[in-house]
């Protein structure tokens, strides 16, 4: 079924909270209603939003067309004889919703990911990390339906393009040009914990992995998550505002000479060093910033909050250039944000 609604306030489908109206909202459900929106037009220049959990309203009002998939069906196939499972989820299923679910019944894959917000369509385009997992260690292949052509294809992981935070979906000729429907994720029956994250190493590391269940770690990550993010209920945010930025290896060691201090990194599979965006906004003082009622959170200073409900995109802003130019100073590197400036 296609719903349209006109000067939509859709500030309560995104995790900001900030003023949000679009010009038009449309939601749908299945296949051949996209087939349907696609022959009336209105997909090409259509923004897709999932949980609103990664997108900044910079001005309260957004003049176009959105659209939602509304489509929460999910199957979750017999074991094959290597103990995989496939789950097959439509984009607009709640990928918490999908971790609690694979959690309880003791499949494992997703569990490193609870707490994350936002629907499958996300994760699979944003290939959404945390915990030492990131969407695209699980994914098999991912549904899309083609603006242009007009006709749903599968994409395998590989043809996905997966990066850190990055895929072929942020690199079309128009954003949305691909529209992800469903993904197949595929899970093990066999117990595959997901340690490499020191905490979660800390906390398991003595029990032997036939002891572990998936629903013991997603509790031990959503704890962790608990102990340093804003809860989503309260307050506020988009999780990571910034990205963590990758610098070449010469480039860290020049930063720690001219610097003359040690500069927390994590070696890449390129050899590359990912940075802490958390320890370089920390280390320029930005925990005391604020711009309105946009504020740092203190315990991850890699997410802006609305501190009062009340902030403005304007105000979020402000702040995430006070931000970048902070650490552009300090360390001249060029923080580049998570979230998508609409
Ligand atoms: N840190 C500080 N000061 C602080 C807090 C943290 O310097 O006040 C430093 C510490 O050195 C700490 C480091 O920040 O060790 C890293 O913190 P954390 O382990 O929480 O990870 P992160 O790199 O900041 C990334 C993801 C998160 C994900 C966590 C855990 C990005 C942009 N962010 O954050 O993802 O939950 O790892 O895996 O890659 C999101 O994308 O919305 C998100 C929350």
């Not at 910079?58 to 999910?74: E, F, K």
């Not at 740092?296 to 802003?317: D, F, M, S």
């Amino acid at each position: 079924m296609i719903t349209t609604e006109i000067n939509k306030d859709i500030r309560e489908m995104t995790t900001f909270g900030l003023p949000a109206e679009c010009g038009r909202f449309i939601q749908y459900e299945t296949s051949d209603d996209l087939r349907q929106l696609y022959r009336d037009g209105v997909l090409k220049d259509a923004l897709h939003i999932g949980g609103g959990s990664n997108l900044l309203f910079t001005t309260g009002r957004y003049d176009g067309t959105v659209l939602h998939c509304a489509n929460r069906n999910y199957r979750i196939s017999p074991p094959d004889g290597n103990g995989k499972v496939r789950l097959e989820a439509s984009a607009g299923c709640t990928l918490d919703e999908l971790c609690r679910i694979c959690a309880e019944n003791n499949l494992w894959g997703l569990e490193n990911l609870s707490g994350i917000p936002g629907e499958i369509g996300g994760a699979a385009v944003q290939n959404v990390g945390a915990y030492g997992t990131e969407f695209k260690d699980v994914v098999e292949h991912v549904s899309v339906f083609d603006t242009v052509s007009g006709e749903e294809i599968p994409l395998s992981n590989k043809e996905c393009h997966y990066g850190y935070r990055d895929s072929v979906f942020k690199h079309q000729d128009y954003p949305g040009k691909l529209i992800v429907t469903s993904a197949a994720i595929l899970l093990d029956t066999m117990p595959a914990p997901r340690l490499d994250y020191a905490p979660l190493k800390k906390l398991f590391c003595n029990i032997p992995p036939n002891q572990l269940t998936p629903a013991m770690l997603r509790e031990a990550v959503i704890s962790l998550r608990d102990s340093k993010l804003p809860d989503p209920h309260k307050t506020g945010s988009a999780g990571s505002f910034f990205k963590n930025p990758i610098v070449s290896s010469d480039r860290h060691a020049a930063m720690e000479k001219a610097l003359n201090k040690e500069i927390p990194g994590h070696v890449t599979s390129t050899g590359e060093i990912k940075l802490s965006a958390a320890w370089l906004i920390d280390q320029c003082g930005c925990k005391s910033f604020h711009a309105g009622d946009a504020a740092v959170w203190q315990t991850q200073p890699l997410v802006i909050v609305n501190a009062t409900g009340k902030a403005t995109g304007k105000e979020i802003v402000q702040l995430e250039n006070m931000i970048t130019e902070a650490v552009r100073d300090a360390f001249g590197v060029e923080l580049t944000p998570e979230v998508i400036h609409i």
